[in-house]
């Protein structure tokens, strides 16, 4: 059975990555509207990603006999109008699930569950990725500035990203 403040604690981060999931969907659109393909595909898999993130959290509390709480999801808001705006704000967002992820895995230590812990320690290492995943992306995005030939070299290497479906765990 599972600690009453860390099952709290993981719904309020069902909550969070579904957020996410619903956040880059809506950056989806906006490249679509843009008609720029490969930020399209690169956003559909982060879209998918995030939603393997919180079924993760979801099996996980599951099977630690927890209640899952699926809250409403707020209304996704993409800031920025330019897609070097918009992937700051997707950093901005990451390096707010990752501090939200340590918070939890501070409850997890609180309560002293060390089988959540190791659980958390995937997604730890998950936020390092995202965040350099992204920091790359935002990167190359700060060189091509106003060069719309360079954005369309790198909305085909986005093209490339392909979803693999995470090992959670
Ligand atoms: Fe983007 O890592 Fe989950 O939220």
């Given at each position: 059975?599972?600690?009453?403040?860390l099952?709290?604690?993981?719904?309020?981060?069902?909550?969070?990555?579904?957020y996410?999931?619903?956040?880059?969907?809506?950056?989806?659109?906006?490249?679509?509207?843009?008609?720029?393909?490969?930020?399209?595909?690169?956003?559909?898999?982060?879209?998918?990603?995030?939603?393997?993130?919180?079924?993760?959290?979801?099996?996980?509390?599951?099977?630690?006999?927890?209640?899952?709480?699926?809250?409403?999801?707020e209304?996704?808001?993409?800031?920025?109008?330019?897609?070097?705006?918009?992937?700051?704000?997707?950093?901005?967002?990451?390096?707010?699930?990752?501090?939200?992820?340590?918070?939890?895995?501070?409850?997890?230590?609180?309560?002293?569950?060390?089988?959540?812990?190791?659980?958390?320690?995937?997604?730890?290492?998950?936020?390092?990725?995202?965040?350099?995943?992204?920091?790359?992306?935002?990167?190359?995005?700060?060189?091509?500035?106003?060069?719309?030939?360079?954005?369309?070299?790198?909305d085909?290497?986005?093209?490339?990203?392909?979803?693999?479906?995470?090992?959670?765990?």
């Open positions: 059975m599972i600690n009453e403040k099952e709290e604690a993981f719904n309020d981060q069902i909550n969070k990555e579904l996410s999931e619903y956040l880059y969907y809506a950056m989806k659109v906006y490249f679509q509207e843009l008609n720029l393909q490969g930020f399209v595909n690169w956003f559909d898999v982060q879209v998918q990603e995030e939603r393997a993130h919180a079924v993760g959290m979801i099996d996980y509390l599951n099977e630690r006999g927890g209640k899952v709480d699926l809250r409403a999801i209304k996704p808001v993409v800031e920025g109008s330019t897609p070097l705006e918009v992937f700051e704000h997707v950093l901005r967002h990451e390096e707010y699930v990752t501090s939200r992820i340590n918070h939890l895995a501070d409850v997890a230590e609180e309560v002293r569950d060390r089988a959540a812990l190791n659980l958390l320690d995937w997604y730890i290492k998950e936020q390092v990725e995202e965040e350099a995943t992204v920091g790359s992306v935002l990167a190359t995005l700060r060189l091509i500035g106003e060069d719309k030939k360079a954005l369309l070299l790198l085909k290497d986005l093209a490339t990203r392909t979803f693999v479906a995470p090992v959670i765990g």
